[in-house]
């Protein structure tokens, strides 16, 4: 435990400035200081940090206190631990007594096998130097791709022994535990048999922010077909690797200094560059290029150059990097590197002086970049030309920012002489389409969440818009889903193959995304999509039968009542008992009135929102609504026309 007197001493000590910028770049706003809040993902930057009261708060996610509050929610550690670590960070003497062995077990999950890591990449530094094998193949290979001492020393590189499990008994003679060393993935055991997950390696260790280590990565030196090349730590308590940038910690102050921040592929790639002198640069190796990282990346500057290998493989990681940087309001430019080249090997063929300057020289905006890489094929091939552009528009209209959005289609507008207007128009498409998909998403998980949450106290349920349609769908599905509809001539045997009520109820809804408000409607027609291809399948039997009362219940309303709600269930103006005879006039009819009820529903809520809008003045999202609403216009005409009825629109 710590007493009063030194927790007092700690508080008067830390800096709460200090303690967030190892975090977050913060900018002086006044007497206070701004930031992108690190607890959430933000655009506009609500994070503040008031030196004169020593607290932090965050207007967007409501987040705040002192360092050490700070310090136990960023680097999710105890009240003690944090103490600790600010007791560290600013001198401030400790008395504690030391831990023993069981102790040590009894802490902290996350931080044992932050423990463990540690003593991992001390014992891998150590071998590179100390021991024979280390220095002949190990440090060998590092001065033989050019690598200084300074920088294998910096990064903490090493080499793990070639013994099948030489490490891990090293390891556990210190006293580490082999579920820990499991944990991290530094040892693999099954039953009597372990070893050394990167015997025979070189090892390039992966650190967070605060600069601990979470990971590691390992290069196999010898020549075999069978083994992968690089090896990274499995996902653990303490590493998510698409949360994770290698070199992050010895980069994130150069980054905030020049306000850019180099985005490579591979570990060699940062080292090389480092030894150039360009420390503002990460890699996001051993996995695809994400989200988390791109955010990671973005708490330090809003500028992004991406240098990846001048090959195909490496052209074709940078375009599918591109856009994910638009999409987090990120401005990104890209180096090509001559073909064959890449960042290692061609920082290490010339000077800093040189490298800079042709940084400098090559970097160009994403479209230029884009243009440039596609256009030679398509200049005399308009269908080949019109893909360029719709693949560009796609680009622009991730990006979140209006203006910079207008910018970019202005450029785009003059590089490949197309008319401005045309390109706002697409570009109004495809955000549509993307909120459209946002939605169905988040109605989906909502619906998903919603089955395995209890219900605690019994809540009004929300009026389905689409009950009378729902019902009468779902009652055709329980007792006539393996039922023959109609038949078709297949496109690839070109023989004529039947088409089910349940085969074409189901791929309608799919087709246009059509899910239920009644989430116990949507969980029966995502357990009919499941047991779809089951020649015994029974939908009665199952659903009656179903673990779920609500499911049962609903089932059971279905079967006895008889609905006969609209005029389709007639014939030459006589009620039609055998409904079986008219199946392959009714089932069509129903999804067409379906679509018909889901698309005035669509129509109102957009006429709603434009009444809301017209408040704000905000005209670029109203026309975008109104555009949508002509087209739904014409759909429900369609559709009315084939019920035979008369569409009234405004």
Not at 113 to 127: C, G, K, P, R
Not at 157 to 167: A, I, N, V, W
Not at 266 to 284: K, P
Not at 582 to 611: C, F, N, S, T
Request: proline share 3%; hydrophobic share 35%; net charge neutral.
């Amino acid at each position: 435990m710590i007493d009063q007197g030194t927790i007092d001493r700690i508080m008067d000590a830390s800096d709460i400035v200090e303690v967030v910028q190892d975090f977050v770049t913060l900018k002086r706003r006044g007497v206070n200081y701004l930031g992108n809040c690190p607890f959430h993902n933000e655009k506009t930057p609500s994070f503040t940090v008031s030196p004169s009261k020593q607290i932090y708060k965050c207007f967007g996610c409501g987040k705040g206190g002192s360092p050490v509050n700070f310090i136990m929610e960023h680097e999710h550690l105890t009240y003690f631990e944090a103490l600790k670590y600010l007791a560290k960070k600013f001198h401030v003497e400790v008395e504690d007594k030391e831990e023993s062995q069981e102790e040590i077990a009894q802490r902290n999950r996350r931080e044992s096998l932050m423990i463990v890591s540690s003593y991992a990449q001390e014992y891998f530094s150590n071998f590179l130097y100390n021991e024979n094998e280390g220095r002949n193949i190990g440090l060998s290979y590092f001065k033989e791709r050019g690598i200084r001492e300074d920088i294998i020393k910096k990064f903490q590189l090493g080499y793990c022994p070639d013994g099948k499990d030489t490490f891990t008994r090293a390891a556990q003679k210190q006293g580490y535990k082999m579920e820990f060393l499991e944990e991290t993935g530094l040892s693999i055991k099954r039953d009597e048999w372990v070893r050394d997950r990167f015997g025979g390696r070189v090892i390039f260790p992966f650190h967070n922010l605060a600069g601990r280590v979470i990971a590691f990565g390992g290069r196999v030196l010898k020549t075999d077909p069978k083994v992968a090349k690089y090896l990274n730590s499995p996902e653990s308590e303490i590493y998510h690797k698409s949360k994770v940038l290698y070199g992050i910690f010895y980069a994130k102050n150069a980054i905030t200094r020049n306000d850019k921040c180099f985005l490579v592929e591979g570990y060699t790639d940062v080292l090389s560059m480092h030894q150039s002198g360009i420390e503002n640069v990460v890699a996001s190796s051993g996995t695809s290029l994400t989200a988390d990282q791109i955010r990671l990346i973005r708490r330090f500057t809003s500028n992004i150059t991406i240098i990846y290998d001048g090959d195909q493989a490496g052209i074709k990681a940078s375009l599918r990097g591109i856009d994910m940087v638009l999409e987090e309001g990120i401005n990104v430019k890209v180096v090509p590197l001559p073909d064959g080249e890449d960042p290692d090997s061609f920082a290490r063929s010339m000077n800093s002086t040189a490298l800079m300057e042709y940084i400098q020289r090559e970097e160009t905006d994403f479209i230029r970049f884009k243009t440039q890489l596609l256009l030679k094929d398509a200049e005399k091939d308009p269908v080949a030309k019109a893909r360029l552009i719709n693949d560009i528009v796609k680009s622009i209209s991730v990006i979140p920012d209006n203006i910079t959005r207008s910018v970019y289609i202005k450029e785009c507008s003059n590089m490949l002489e197309v008319a401005e207007n045309i390109l706002y128009d697409e570009v109004r498409k495809l955000k549509y389409k993307v909120s459209e998909d946002q939605l169905i998403r988040e109605k989906r998980e909502a619906v998903q969440q919603s089955y395995s949450k209890p219900l605690v106290v019994p809540l009004a349920k929300a009026k389905n818009p689409c009950e009378i349609e729902e019902k009468a769908l779902m009652r055709v599905l329980l007792r006539f889903f393996h039922h023959e509809l109609f038949k078709i001539e297949d496109e690839e045997t070109k023989k004529e193959r039947v088409v089910k009520v349940g085969e074409y109820i189901l791929a309608e809804l799919a087709a246009d995304n059509l899910t239920s408000a009644d989430t116990v409607v949507q969980k029966m027609i995502d357990e009919f999509m499941i047991h779809q291809h089951e020649e015994f399948f029974n939908p009665e039997r199952y659903f009656v039968q179903h673990e779920d009362g609500e499911i049962s219940r609903k089932v059971s309303g279905l079967l006895v009542d008889k609905h006969t709600e609209s005029n389709i269930w007639r014939k030459k103006g006589a009620y039609v008992e055998d409904e079986v005879e008219i199946l392959h006039l009714l089932v069509p009819k129903l999804i067409e009135e379906y679509k018909l009820r889901r698309v005035k529903i669509m129509i109102a809520d957009m006429m709603k929102q434009i009444g809301e809008l017209q408040l704000t003045g905000n005209m670029d999202k109203i026309i975008e609504l109104q555009t949508i609403i002509t087209s739904l216009n014409r759909v429900e005409r369609e559709l009315s026309k084939k019920l035979g009825r008369r569409a009234i629109t405004s």
